[in-house]
Antibody, heavy 122, light 110 residues
Framework: QVQVVQSGAEVKKPGAPVKVSCEAS????????IHWVRQAPGQRLEWLGW????????KYSQKFQGRVTITRDTSAKTAYMELSSLRYEDTAVYYC???????????????WGQGTLVTVSS | QSVLTQPPSVSAAPGQKVTISCAGS????????VSWYQQLPETAPKLLIY???KRPSGIPDRFSGSKSGTSATLGITGLQTGDEADYYC???????????FGTGTKVTVL
């Protein structure tokens, strides 16, 4: 079945980077995009950015521009999200999700990964 | 970042119907498709509706979606206790070139 599976929980100190992986299976990886979405405790969903798994094009939320980098390894069918200069307020569950290759006009997220809890603590 | 506005909560008795609104603007809902997600407690979101009103395989027809102008609506009929969850609308914002989500609505079955 179509699924995306994420790496495990992380605990990081303020100022450090974190890198989360998202391994896809059950579909042609390069025919879709991978999006990254986060959810702070008790808060709403927040979109970070996406990567076209076919050609590697990326787009990031203005809020995270300069701090987030999304990459992919097509041979491993895996996408990665790295967030640098972590702050306490970056503590959240980070999700990856499959989406259409061209998200403008028609965007959706399905399926979602199980989520990766990133805790920023000194 | 642009945010779509949803009511914080809605509730109804088992078997009844609820509707959840999602208000946006011409740069997002007004010109792009809307999707809806269900997030059960302590779980990842799940796609319920895509392209305004289409249901993925396996989603019961108790769930329906519609769009008019710059607003969208999710309807749930025959409410069940298992429907208690947070629901989010989502779309693309063409001005921001970014994905945007609603503020979320908690559905309670009385």
């Amino acid at each position: 079945q179509v699924q995306v599976v994420q790496s495990g929980a992380e605990v990081k100190k303020p100022g450090a980077p974190v890198k989360v992986s998202c391994e896809a299976s059950g579909y042609t990886f390069t025919s879709y995009a991978i999006h990254w979405v986060r959810q702070a405790p008790g808060q709403r969903l927040e979109w970070l950015g996406w990567i076209n798994a076919g050609n590697g094009d990326t787009k990031y939320s203005q809020k995270f521009q300069g701090r987030v980098t999304i990459t992919r390894d097509t041979s491993a069918k895996t996408a990665y999200m790295e967030l640098s200069s972590l702050r306490y307020e970056d503590t959240a569950v980070y999700y990856c999700a499959r989406g259409p290759q061209a998200p403008d006009h028609n965007n959706w997220f399905d399926p979602w990964g199980q989520g990766t809890l990133v805790t920023v603590s000194s | 970042q642009s945010v779509l506005t949803q009511p914080p909560s809605v509730s109804a008795a088992p078997g009844q119907k609820v509707t959840i609104s999602c208000a946006g603007s011409s740069s997002n809902i007004g010109n792009n498709y809307v999707s809806w997600y269900q997030q059960l407690p302590e779980t990842a979101p799940k796609l319920l509706i895509y392209e305004n009103n289409k249901r993925p395989s396996g989603i019961p027809d108790r769930f329906s979606g519609s769009k008019s102008g710059t607003s969208a609506t999710l309807g749930i009929t025959g409410l069940q206790t298992g429907d208690e969850a947070d629901y989010y609308c989502g779309t693309w914002d063409s001005s921001l070139s970014a994905g945007v989500f609603g503020t979320g609505t908690k559905v309670t079955v009385l």
